[in-house]
């Protein structure tokens, strides 16, 4: 056991040190929005109220890897199969990259391979919430202190 800071821990994601699945990712993302410590705390006092939105990721598969879609993408069903009984299978011939430089509104996790993701937000978060950090586990880009 060690403890990490969400960079940290994206760190050795990175060097394959250790995993994460996707959603846990996503929520390091989100916790790198924070400096510190105790802006964490403030925001999640100043929020506590406001509600939260229960969501499923729904799997797109492309040529050459995933993209989680999450409610809010352009892409993302508007009936999601929640509970898999209808067996709904989302796949496209074109590759990732194709599929992000004809979208606009994002909201999701790609997936290149097992130690590639990337998060790309650029809608408003519902009940004052914060968005993730978009990071790429391909490169370094930010600034939390926590």
Known sequence: LQWSSPPEAIERFKSQEI???PPQFYEL????KFSSLHELHKFSSDRALEGCERWMPVMLTASDGYIQLLPGDELYPEDPDYTGEKKIIMSTDKKVEELMKEGSVFHRIVIKNINSLAVYVNIQAKYKH???LMINSDCSDYSSRL
Not at 29 to 32: D, P, Q, Y
């Open 130 to 132: 914060m968005n993730p």
């Open 19 to 21: 995993w994460f699945a």
């Open 29 to 32: 993302c989100r916790l790198c």
